[in-house]
Every structure is written in C-alpha cells, then in structure tokens.
C-alpha cells in the first residue's frame, strides 16, 4: 500500500512538474534537456563545429540540445554528433547514433570508424546506475560509470576539450571529484535548476586535460 501511494505521489509530481510540461511544450524527450543547456550556458560549451559524444544518450534529449547548438544554415549540422546506449534510440536528424555498450572494443571500434579519427571537444554522460538503495553498493556503481566516462574522455578527447558527467553527492562523491581533478585542469561542480530538489545528483563539469 505504502509502495503504491509512493507511486502515486511520483507520478502526480512528475504530471505537474514544469520542466515535464516544458518539455513537452519544447518537443524535447526527456525534462533532462534544461540541465543541460544550463550547464552548456553556465560554463560557455559547444559551439559551431564541435565534435560531441553523447554516452547514454537514450531516450536523446541531450542529443536533442547538441543539435540545436550545432545547426547553422538551412537546418545543417556544423560538426559532428555521436550518440551511443545499450538501448535502442529514436533516430535526431543529423545525430549518428551507435547502439552498444561503449567499453567493448568493437563499439569503440564503430565509434573511430564513425568519427574518422577526429578528436572529440565534448563528451556528455546522463548516465545512471540502477540504484539498490544500499549505499555502499550503490556509490561504487557511481563511481565506475563515472570513471567509465572519464576513462573514456582521457581517449578521445582534444587536450582543450571537456566532460560532462552526472554524480550523486554521498559516498565516494569527494573520490569521483579528485580523479577528475588529477586528469584536468577545471573541474566545477553544479546542480542545475531542472534536478529536482529532493535528489542528490550534481553534474561534474571537467575541462582542459592536464599533461600526464
């Protein structure tokens, strides 16, 4: 019963929530879409030209958000937009979309075939474990899709270029933020207006990779 009422209750939040109806209003998949303009605006990211990889980018509202960036004249993309997920996603004019798990070398390897080589200047993760609700557990698979992402920019992206990942304040949070801090030379931490207030996700903003 109480699991139901719990169910209710979100449901009823999520119908009168006004980024849900903004969203929707905007054509946009997913409420997530105004995080991230707010975190590209805050920190001056993505621009005509750039190179962009999406990690997770099912059901593609971040997509959706690179792409309006990166549309210049008679609705042509100016540079290049990469999407990948384990999930199936419904195809973004322009967006080229890889579906596969992104730490197997024969997605990675689709992925440098797909981009020809070209260095990335931002790559983006919304990523989110399932969480169990037990907290040591659940911030160790934070930490790895973190680490996964970062691993992941240390690779393919250019020495000015930057990440953008999704973390849970708690456990671990202070260990995901000095990894990030040893590889770049900014790291900014923000909670955008669309999270909303009750959850403890913060997005990592990194940019500019350090000489190693």
């Known amino acids: 019963m109480a699991k139901n009422k719990f169910s209710k209750e979100w449901v009823m939040?999520?119908?009168n929530d006004p980024f849900v109806k903004l969203a929707q209003q905007k054509g946009y998949r997913a409420r997530?879409?105004?995080?991230?303009?707010?975190?590209?605006?805050?920190?001056?990211?993505?621009?005509?030209?750039?190179?962009v990889v999406d990690l997770g980018s099912t059901p593609g509202s971040w997509s959706q958000v690179a792409r309006e960036r990166l549309v210049g004249k008679e609705g042509v993309i100016d540079g290049r937009i990469l999407a990948m997920d384990i999930l199936p996603m419904e195809p973004i004019a322009g967006v080229e979309f890889i579906q596969g798990?992104?730490?197997e070398d024969?997605?990675?390897?689709?992925?440098n075939k797909t981009l020809?080589?070209?260095?990335?200047?931002?790559?983006?993760?919304?990523?989110?474990?399932?969480?169990?609700?037990?907290?040591?557990?659940?911030?160790?698979?934070?930490?790895?899709?973190?680490?996964?992402?970062?691993?992941?920019?240390?690779?393919?992206?250019?020495?000015?270029?930057?990440?953008?990942?999704?973390?849970?304040?708690?456990?671990?949070?202070?260990?995901?933020?000095?990894s990030f801090k040893?590889?770049?030379?900014?790291?900014?931490?923000?909670?955008?207006?669309?999270?909303?207030?009750?959850?403890?996700?913060?997005?990592?903003?990194?940019?500019?990779l350090k000489r190693q």
């Open 101 to 103: 798990d992104f730490t």
């Open 106 to 111: 024969e997605v990675l390897e689709q992925m």
């Open 13 to 15: 939040q999520h119908i």
């Open 32 to 51: 997530a879409a105004f995080k991230l303009t707010e975190i590209l605006d805050a920190e001056k990211l993505l621009r005509k030209g750039n190179v």
């Open 116 to 178: 020809e080589g070209c260095p990335v200047d931002l790559v983006m993760s919304d990523m989110a474990p399932n969480l169990s609700g037990v907290g040591s557990a659940d911030s160790a698979r934070i930490q790895h899709i973190c680490d996964l992402a970062l691993e992941f920019s240390l690779l393919h992206l250019k020495p000015e270029g930057a990440l953008i990942v999704k973390a849970f304040h708690g456990s671990g949070f202070s260990q995901i933020v000095e």
């Open 182 to 208: 040893r590889h770049f030379k900014r790291v900014v931490e923000l909670k955008p207006k669309a999270s909303r207030p009750r959850s403890s996700e913060t997005f990592l903003i990194a940019k500019g």
